[in-house]
């Protein structure tokens, strides 16, 4: 009976699961099979997660180098994924996640990008290194340019001297090479990864020439390859410098201000580029100690998931107020979440690589 319905149809139900279910439906027919692949229904099954907010996660990974899957759905187990053979024993790093898409390294000498949802990857060419000067970060991002229907990923180095400037360099998938973009005049607080909002990539940073007290968030235009500067909300702290951390929350930019690592205050702006729409949504205070960061509603708009030190996570209610730990059967005990939404998106540059089934 199925063979007999229209591909609209067919496509509709589809691209409401999960996409390694969807990936297994390859089998049943070579019409499928044929019709998975293809990018129109590529286009929609992901179009139908990000709409409804589905089929999004957590992936963690912890001190063993093992990467797992959190169903965000639910929050009730974790899922071990296989990684790609050459990344198997060996430490890596998961350089950021876009459209089901993550970029992988392996101490620098192995790059590749990977679907777990369809259990694809392609290994990368290798950047040119610039051998001049000591290489003090090495900063990452990976994101979709949709006007050349291209995924990039950005690597900028950073040198010890503020009198020097970094570098920035550019792989894109569409003509698998790298390519140096230009001088990078800003410093970093930490190594950590580009936030994915709006087409662009940010960071906090601030200028070599300034001290932190003049920092500001860095977004990098994925299509246009341009900087601009994002405002960071006004706030008065006194004598206290908090620990600034950029991220997404709800559809908006947000920024996580932690002082003292006792408290911390989480912001939104809800009108990406105005200042004046930075919203503070809630202040949370010795709920816990150490370094706490929200990164997503779950379910609804009135509970944030929150991450405690990359141990643990808590549930903060927006209408009471209150907070509760979220207790997940299989959760490794350490590890470094990343969010990540299920997808069939393909690799359409080089040959595929198939890695070894669950």
């Avoid at 990039?152 to 503020?162: A, Q």
Wanted: aromatic share 14%; net charge neutral.
């Amino acid at each position: 009976m199925m063979s007999k319905m229209p591909n609209e149809i067919i496509s509709n139900i589809l691209s409401r699961l999960p996409a390694k279910d969807v990936f297994g439906c390859r089998c049943v027919s070579k019409s499928w099979c044929y019709l998975i692949d293809s990018p129109y229904f590529v286009k929609i099954h992901l179009n139908h997660s990000n709409e409804t907010n589905s089929n999004r996660g957590l992936l963690l990974q912890d001190k063993q180098n093992e990467l797992h899957w959190l169903d965000l759905n639910n929050l009730k187990s974790v899922v071990k994924l296989n990684l790609p053979i050459k990344f198997k024993d060996c430490e890596y790093q998961v350089l950021g996640s876009c459209n089901g898409l993550l970029a992988l390294s392996a101490s620098d000498y192995l790059f590749a990008l990977w679907n777990p949802f369809t259990r694809r990857s392609i290994n990368l060419p290798l950047p040119k290194t610039h051998s001049e000067g000591n290489i003090d970060n090495y900063n990452y991002g990976f994101g979709y340019d949709p006007i050349g229907d291209d995924y990039k990923l950005v690597r900028i180095f950073g040198l010890r001297k503020k009198i020097s400037s970094g570098w920035l360099d550019i792989y894109s998938l569409k003509s698998n090479n790298w390519r140096r973009v230009g001088d990078f005049p800003y410093c970093f607080f930490d190594c950590s990864d580009g936030v994915l909002f709006n087409n662009a990539l940010h960071w906090v940073v601030y200028p070599k020439e300034a001290s932190i007290a003049s920092q500001f968030i860095l977004a990098f235009d994925v299509a246009s390859e341009e900087y601009r500067k994002v405002p960071i909300p006004h706030t008065d702290y006194g004598n206290g410098r908090p620990f600034c951390v950029v991220g997404t929350l709800g559809g908006c930019l947000c920024v996580n201000y932690i002082l003292h690592w006792k408290c911390t205050d989480v912001w939104v702006m809800k009108e990406y580029g105005v200042k004046e729409s930075w919203t503070k949504l809630f202040s949370v205070s010795n709920c816990c100690s150490d370094f706490l960061r929200s990164f997503t509603y779950w379910k609804t708009s009135d509970k944030v998931l929150m991450n405690h030190i990359n141990e643990e996570y808590i549930l903060y209610d927006l209408k009471t107020k209150r907070y509760q730990s979220v207790e997940v059967p299989l959760m490794p005990e350490d590890f470094d979440p990343k969010t990540c939404v299920q997808s069939l998106v393909g690799l359409n540059n080089g040959d595929w690589k198939t890695v070894q089934e669950e």
